[in-house]
């Protein structure tokens, strides 16, 4: 028998070998002086001294000692009685069309007091890169209802858009409001929803599962719930379990599922914890090196895939530390999402619901999924200049605040009364309210209708006639 | 290839990897490791360790599992082939990827980066036995596309005496279609060959750079130029339109060859990319554009190390197509994902991190990857380029960051997105006052013998009037527009109109999205027109109203739209019919 031959069957042989006692436990990570070979991302089986298993991966491996992290945490471990078995394999889950209307923990085991779900299949939590060549590009219209996203940030079936709030901004509210009013124009689909929680907070979980049972759509959501008492360290693993379960029904059974993830800002924090433990070299704020390509990892697990008919689209929820865009969690996340829907807190203070800022929010894939044939032949021309003509507001709402309204040329007076229109009548609306695309478009055209007809210069001429001042 | 055991694995740590025991092994060497063979490369020696940063997923590797050298570094495949096709960091072909393990990128996949199966037709040059021969000399060509025609060079390296040339005819890449004598012995030259990414391909001289890179781009090419061979960074916040001018130059610029480069970037934009381009038709030659784009897509979820490769295999790509006797224009989008592939390697190598995280020698590498472009003289004696577009992703917008100054100290030119001007969806957001280019007095008289004498100074009379607006702008924002002189109105009035009728351009509107040169000067003259012959009406006491309600300024705002490229005479009836109401007005006040 050969040496490399040897070696592959050593490996083999001594998986699942258990070890008793550890020679270092921080925070969530165990670390074990001189095992067998030890892979790197194993699974890893802890048993506690009361005889409970707690899962883990390894982190760092090396012929000298190993690095576990131990998701449920390592409260109650003991140096000399906590055991370590290495799996030989990946941390999988057992995924099944089953586990719609069912609850988990952030490892995929439920805690809805049902049994766990016979697997259909096993999949590795980490998912693999999807080849570029066999994506599919998105251009499918969702209408959620919702004016302000419909009109000037539309989703697209397969995109990834979150949400960047802040903390006690309406973000649940429009989240639930969009997973309950959203559909594609002309078509029945099976749809799933895939709903992850990282770090929230009960009535969070709660609001969404009502939200949910009053829709009577719950038999077609999966919740994953890592809830802000539950170890900090689970949180790193949850929206890979969500994920998981989101590509076996959008690739193998061909479902569209929408994957809620709240709150990013959370999981990133995890992140961090982690990270200062095992002494890694901080980037900004402390957040580590690899934030980018780990956050990329998650975001990138949605799209279309030629051949299938399934999708996945993300709708991830972070509040914004201190409302600060550039801080790294948003200012990352932006880099790798479809686009952002950004909230303002000065427009929730106004009342207005659901409070989007106009100029910084954006939807990169809308280009493709909208105007004739998909919803309405004039909407890139309309989305591009109510875009302009809001921006302009703000400028003269800042001039309006140095110089006072008295000063402001007629002009710019009419500007002001369509910036108020706009924001009242065409962004805001009611947390029930499902506005069909014709609706919204309509109503802009009579927020413009504000406007005298030769501000208008991202229009056509046509669409001038066919709806300026009807 | 020899394949030989250099070591085992002693540590893993997620891409890097360290090896012990080994003792014959080379810098940057080509490594695999482990039975599924993932793919390495050596990046520190040290006594009887390796440090190895790998391009795939490690999970599942051990300590003990063995390292297998390859001999020599890591490589990119040259020849007839790569036109058309999408690759990976390391030059793995992806739709060869996708036939074999589906939607999911699997680890350990060994593809060939060309093809050696496909047939080309070879037209040997007229060269005769006992011909001299020297590196980078041209034996042949394949038409490869309809546009490129493939040259087929004699490796860098190899010089002698021709020994056998084979007639025109159907060869794979690896058969021989040359045999030299050298000094060593016979050569079989191929239409293939191998050059390492990470070293720069020879050339004979650089040349200065006096040719402008045409892109279409009307507020690139008039106010902010780069030349064939230069160097630009395209730094902004994210969503200011980085992807979008990128996409708008690699679609219209007069490059012979694009090789785009999407670096720790989203998979759906390069499936934009794949699904647009084959679609889009070159106006100047009226192909596809796919017959003259190579793209490299290391998406943002693909392994960060073969991120750190990719801006290297795609220049490397790019220079070999310059050897030729082409213009190449290389897109790297984003140059900060592969600064950042730079840190986490480095974090990861516990190595001493100056800035932010970032290793000390991020400014060497930076210099190093740009000091690739320029204007040479090949070694077959023709005038080849590559100019090297780098967009840069600065966190927070905020272009102080270490990546976007290093970058600053070694490009010659700099579009600064503005997130002001992409929030007003002004594209391209390219702020006209942060903006510069070090090639325009070096392209001035290329534009004045193609566009017109006046050129250089209707631009900086042009660049001067919109400085003037900023400063009256601030006052405006202070006491109101009211308070300004109507001379002074004029200004911001005659600036807003070069905002939205030159600068602004749609980048999906069949007419607007490229602008030829004569288009774009005289474009900038109507303009002009107005500003001048309008202060003199207002000095002659006419009203900027009156000005202001003259019915062929919508035509001016939308001459963009309305005239197309091929038929400017639309532009001298513009030009006609606004003197005439200009006349007009002024013969009241005379």
Redesign the interface.
Known sequence: MSK?DM??KQ?KLKTGLEYIGVDRIDGPLVFIKKTH??????LVECVDPSGATRLGLVL????DIVCVQVFEGTSGLTMPDTHIRFMG??LKLGVSEKMLGRVFNGLGHPIDNGPMPVAETEL?I?????????????KDFIQTGISVIDGMNTLIR?QKLPIFSGNGLPHNELAAQIARQAKIKGSKTNFAVVFAAMGVKHDVARYFVRSFEETGVLDNVALFLSLADDPSIERTITPRTALTLAEHLA?NKNMHVLVIMTDMANYCESLREISTIRG?????KGY???L??DL??L???S?M????SGSITQLPILTMPNDD????IP??T???T???IVFEREMYSRNIYPPVAG??S?S??M?DGIGEGMTREDH?HLA?QL??AY??VKDVR??AS??GEE???PLDHQYMEFGEAFERRFVSQKMNEDRSIEETLNLGWECLGLLPQ?EL?RVTEEEIEKYYGR | MRERIIGQVRRVNGPVIEAKGVTDAMMLELVRVAEVRLIGEIIKLEGQTAVIQVYEDTTGICPGDNIYGSGMPLSVELGPGLIGTIYDGIQRPLEEIYKISGHYIEKGIQVSSISKERKWSFVPEDLKPGDIIYPGEIIGSVQETERINHKILIPPGVSGTLKKIFPEGEYAVEDPVAVVETKDGDVNVAMLQRWPIRVPRPVKERQPLNIPLITGQRVIDTLFPIAKGGTVAIPGGFGTGKTMTQHAIAKWCDADLIVYIGCGERGNEMTDVLTEFPKLIDPRTNRSLMERTILIANTSNMPVSAREASIYTGVTLAEYFRDMGYHVAVMADSTSRWAEALRELSGRMEEMPAEEGFPAYLPTRIAEFYERAGYMNTLCGKEGSVSLIGAVSPPGGDFSEPVTQHTKRFVRCFWGLDRQLANARHYPAISWLESYSEYLLEVIPWWEQHAGPTWSDDRAEMMELLQKEVRLQQVVKLVGPDALPDSQKFIIDVCTLFKNAFLQQNAFDDIDRFSTVEKQMKMLQVILTYYRRGSEVLKRGGTLVKLKKMSVNQDIVKMKFNVPNEDLKLLDKLTARLERSLDQLESVYV
Not at chain 1, 325 to 328: A, C, K, L, N
Request: proline share 9%; no cysteine.
């Open positions: 490399i070696h592959e490996k070979a030890v892979g790197y991302r194993e760092d491996t090396s012929s394999e990946p590795d980490n998912g693999m890169a999807i080849n570029p060549t066999a994506r599919e590009y998105p397969g690739f890694e070299i901080p980037s900004r580590p090196g690899y980018y390509s990329a990892e975001y990138e697990r799209g895939v030629k051949g299938f865009i550039s801080h790294p200012d990352l932006g880099y790798i479809e686009g952002q100029l910084p954006l990169r894939l280009k890139p591009s875009f302009a921006s302009y800042n001039l140095v110089i000063e402001l040329t030769d210069h």
